[in-house]
């Protein structure tokens, strides 16, 4: 009598529990068994980010895997690449929405996989320079003040700019209007010293305003006028240095 191993793999569903077995081979010959089908897990996928909403400043974003029943992962970044490690940090080369896709995998002897999604917000860089000082003396250099700045809403933009005692003295909702130094409801003039402006705007894919605040200051050049008498005094002083 002969005897032979034969090894069968059953692929479809069925309950956890003890099961009995009947194996008829090609000749009429049975034999019969039992066996024991345990609880298969089933895995979950699931994953955060690190930080929200990620800024272009620094384009790489850390994935945090919170699969469960898994051993194996494959992760599509919403732009053409992908990943097999379980916890990636991913760079993304443009700011934009991203649709990231999970399939979770549990042992390969059972060949169950599960899929989540999720969007990854990669905001453009926001940027704001303002100037401590300009000089509007209408000599053509630094003669108007204002920012400097990308990725912000125009439509939100409001500038402010109040002397030491509170006093409002100019005011523009206006990005591409800069102050020239002169009081916005006189028209002259504002006086050398610093004074205290106030931004406020919206970052782009945000609805919270942003307050920007700081000091600038004014500097005025002081020219000195001689008089033709004077001129002539200056003069005659020279004419008379001693020689060497």
């Known amino acids: 009598m002969h005897r032979h191993r034969i090894d069968y793999r059953w692929c479809h569903p069925v309950t956890p529990g003890n099961y ?22 089933s895995p979950v996928a699931a994953f955060t980010t690190r930080s929200k909403p990620e800024e272009f400043i620094n384009p790489f974003v850390q994935f945090e895997n919170l699969s469960t029943g898994s051993e194996t992962y494959e992760w599509h970044f919403g732009e053409g690449s992908l990943s097999y490690a379980e916890d990636p940090v991913h760079e993304y080369e443009l700011p934009g929405s ?22 990854v917000e990669v905001d453009p860089m926001f ?49 591409a209007v800069q102050w020239d130094g002169r009081n916005y409801k006189t028209l002259k003039p504002v006086k050398q010293g610093m004074y205290v402006y106030q931004f406020i705007l919206k970052k782009f894919n945000t609805f919270e305003p942003r307050q920007i605040t700081g000091t600038v200051t004014i500097y005025k050049h002081k020219c000195i006028s001689i008089s033709s008498s004077l001129r002539s005094s200056i003069r005659l002083s020279l004419g008379r240095l001693p020689a060497r």
């Open 127 to 175: 940027t704001f320079y303002v100037p401590n000082a300009f000089t509007p003396d209408e000599d053509g250099i630094n003669d108007t003040w204002g920012p400097k700045g990308d990725n912000f809403e125009y439509e939100s933009y409001n500038a402010q700019v109040y002397d030491r005692w509170g006093g409002l003295v100019w005011q523009t909702d206006n990005y």
């Open 98 to 119: 991203y649709l990231v896709m999970l399939i979770a995998y549990n042992d390969p002897l059972y060949g169950c996989a599960d899929t989540t999604f999720g969007y």
């Open 20 to 41: 009995s077995v009947l194996v008829t081979d090609a000749g009429g010959c049975t034999a019969t068994g039992s066996t024991t089908v345990g609880a298969i897990p």
